[in-house]
């Protein structure tokens, strides 16, 4: 079972996010338990403040590191990155971070937890990038207002990874970025719609033959919408 925690100051922003489809099945199932928290709750002033004011100047609020550091303590054990346990992750989700890739929601789904902390765009006091969490992740080259949509996106592709969250084996390996490829194109009924046709090769039963059209059509899909992938 892995237990994903998510430290937010809009926990309510969750509130149906999981209540579909494989991340709804794998919670059922109890591959996965995913709990919102509201940062305001590890604070200890009457008013619950979460930010303040930069040092040095600037526009817009900071979050502050005393809730952050109290949250992660309670919920992994530990707020010291070394003194987190080997199988957990505390995740700081912002525009700073390395880029969350397949590889990473691979190394998340072998896990005992996730602690996912969403940052504002302002920004998060560094001292909690610096000391507190083992990962600093970004989902792309984009500013988002928080990292709530962020933690969203790192827990879908996490979770269904997650052994029996899927209906099928192999449909997890065989599609985009496992062997560094977008996918090929899939086609339905009709064969014919306004003119266009399915490739016929589709519609032979040749297993060998459309083995190697999908090959090629997932190269040339991937040279056409994403070169950088083939230059690596
Ligand atoms: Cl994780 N957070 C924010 N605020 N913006 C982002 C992001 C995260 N990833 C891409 N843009």
């Not at 207002?145 to 099928?168: F, K, Q, W, Y």
């Not at 496992?178 to 399915?198: A, C």
Request: charged share 25%; glycine share 8%; net charge negative.
């Amino acid at each position: 079972m892995l237990r994903i925690d998510i430290v937010t100051i809009f926990p309510d922003y969750f509130r149906e996010a999981f209540d579909y489809g494989i991340i709804r099945r794998a919670c059922a199932a109890g591959l996965v338990n995913i709990q919102p928290h509201d940062l305001r709750s590890w604070t200890a002033d009457k008013h619950h403040v979460v930010d303040d004011r930069p040092f040095g100047g600037g526009d817009g609020m900071v979050l502050k590191p005393e809730p952050i550091f109290a949250a992660v303590e309670s919920l992994a054990g530990a707020n010291r990155r070394e003194q987190i346990p080997k199988g957990k992750r505390v995740v700081l989700l912002s525009p700073q971070g390395e880029r969350f890739t397949q590889s990473r929601a691979a190394d998340f789904a072998t896990c005992e937890q996730l602690v996912l902390i969403c940052g504002r765009y302002e920004g998060v006091d560094e001292r909690v990038a610096e000391i507190l969490v083992t990962d600093e992740l970004s989902i792309g080259d984009y500013v988002l207002s928080g990292g709530e949509p962020a933690a969203l996106v790192v827990i879908d592709a996490t979770v269904r990874l997650l052994p029996g969250a899927l209906g099928s084996a192999t449909s997890a390996t065989t599609e985009s970025f496992s062997d560094g490829l977008l996918d090929y194109p899939h086609y339905t009924r009709p064969p014919k719609f306004e003119g266009m046709d399915v490739p016929e090769v589709l519609l032979t039963g040749n297993h060998a033959e459309i083995a190697g059209w999908r090959r090629r059509a997932a190269e040339a899909k991937t040279k056409r919408n994403r070169p950088d992938l083939l230059k690596k």
